[in-house]
Nanobody
Framework: VQLQASGGGLVQAGGSLRLSCAAS????????MGWFRQAPGKDRVFVAA????????IYTESVQGRFTISRVSAENTVYLQMNSLKSEDTAVYSC?????????????????WGQGTLVTVSS
C-alpha cells in the first residue's frame, strides 16, 4: 500500500493550497481517509477525515469553514482544500487510510500512512 501526498509549499497568510493524496495497493472504497498535521516541535494532530463514499466529513475546530476534505474514487485520491491559511497552519501534513466506513480523530486507528508534505504559511 502506498499513500502519496503532494501539494504542499510556501504560501502567504490568507492564501490557499490544495493537498492531494493518491492511494495505491488497496481497495480505495473500503477505506475512510484522514489528514493529520504535525507542527515543528509538536505532536501530530487530526485535521479532517472523510467517509468511504465522501458523504460524511469531520474537521478539527480550528479548520472548520476554511478547509474542505473530499475524495474521488475514480482517481483513488483524497484532497484537502485549504483556504484562508494562517501561520498556525504551518506543519507537515500526512494522509492516512482507515479500514471501514467512517474516519476518526484518533490517529492510532488508521492502518496506513503516507509521507508528509510540508505546508509553510508566511505571515
Amino acid at each position: 500500500v502506498q499513500l502519496q501526498a503532494s501539494g504542499g509549499g510556501l504560501v502567504q497568510a490568507g492564501g490557499s493550497l490544495r493537498l492531494s493524496c493518491a492511494a495505491s495497493g488497496l481497495t480505495f472504497d473500503n477505506y475512510a481517509m484522514g489528514w493529520f498535521r504535525q507542527a515543528p516541535g509538536k505532536d501530530r494532530v487530526f485535521v479532517a477525515a472523510v467517509s468511504w463514499n465522501g458523504g460524511h466529513t469531520i474537521y478539527t475546530e480550528s479548520v472548520q469553514g476554511r478547509f474542505t476534505i473530499s475524495r474521488v474514487s475514480a482517481e483513488n485520491t483524497v484532497y484537502l482544500q485549504m483556504n484562508s491559511l494562517k501561520s498556525e497552519d504551518t506543519a507537515v501534513y500526512s494522509c492516512a487510510a482507515k479500514a471501514g466506513s467512517y474516519g476518526s480523530r484518533r490517529d492510532n486507528v488508521y492502518d496506513y500512512w503516507g509521507q508528509g508534505t510540508l505546508v509553510t504559511v508566511s505571515s
